[in-house]
């Protein structure tokens, strides 16, 4: 018996939590959950309602992606995706952070979710509060990473880490929107962006998500 991830194909936070799982190369069985119309006895599992959850083979449960990947840090080291340096450590988890949480509420639920979500339920979307996102708040938040990638490969300690993993996930969900990192603009977050995407656990995501909505959307 293998652990539960239970979630939702283009959730950015449950393709992270896969994407870990994959390049540790823990097996696992994937268990769909709608984030809008959850199953019985999934707060029991999630006390939030929010995905991911992780379920262990025991029956133990975690919820939250950062939650879980740090899980799965401790009990796979190999493939290590966090720094052993306390300091680098920390900036590990504050650009996972940046990425769950800033490029998330712009890149995904601004942007993603209006132009997409709102389609496949069959509901109004709001372009408006898109191209706010698009041209208001992710510039800034793009020009930081840009700086910080200034003349590395990866965000923290030369490794890849959770953190470049958090952000290349959220920035599947704004290529999925029809936008895109400008290479122009910012060559460094664009070059971490193509990076991350070519690694196979990526690749292989991308194109299934890419197919799933062009066969729901037409």
């Not at 990425?99 to 709001?126: H, K, P, Q, W």
């Not at 938040?141 to 490794?159: I, P, R, T």
């Amino acid at each position: 018996m293998s652990m539960k991830v239970y979630g939702a194909i283009l959730s950015p936070f449950v393709r992270k939590t896969r994407v870990v799982l994959a390049l540790k190369g823990i097996e696992y069985q994937p268990v769909h959950v709608d984030p809008d119309d959850k199953p019985k006895g999934y707060f029991d599992i999630s006390p939030l309602g929010r995905i991911p959850a992780l379920e262990l083979d025991d029956g133990r449960c975690l919820a939250d992606s950062a939650v879980i990947c740090a899980y799965l840090e401790r009990i796979h080291p190999e493939t290590p995706l966090y720094p052993q340096d306390p300091y680098d450590y920390a900036r590990a988890l504050w650009f996972e952070k940046y990425a769950d949480y800033e490029i998330s509420t712009n890149c995904t639920f601004a942007v993603f979710r209006n132009r997409i979500v709102m389609r496949l339920m069959g509901r109004e979307s709001n372009e408006e509060a898109a191209r706010a996102a698009i041209e208001k708040k992710i510039p800034a938040l793009f020009s930081y990473l840009d700086n910080e990638l200034k003349g590395k490969q990866y965000l923290v300690a030369d490794q890849m880490t959770v953190a470049d993993v958090a952000l290349a996930s959220q920035l599947v969900n704004y290529q999925h929107a029809g936008e895109t990192v400008d290479a122009a603009q910012y060559p460094n977050l664009a070059a971490h962006r193509d990076r991350m995407h070519a690694l196979e656990p990526f690749a292989k995501t991308i194109a299934k998500e890419a197919g799933l909505l062009q066969k729901m959307l037409g």
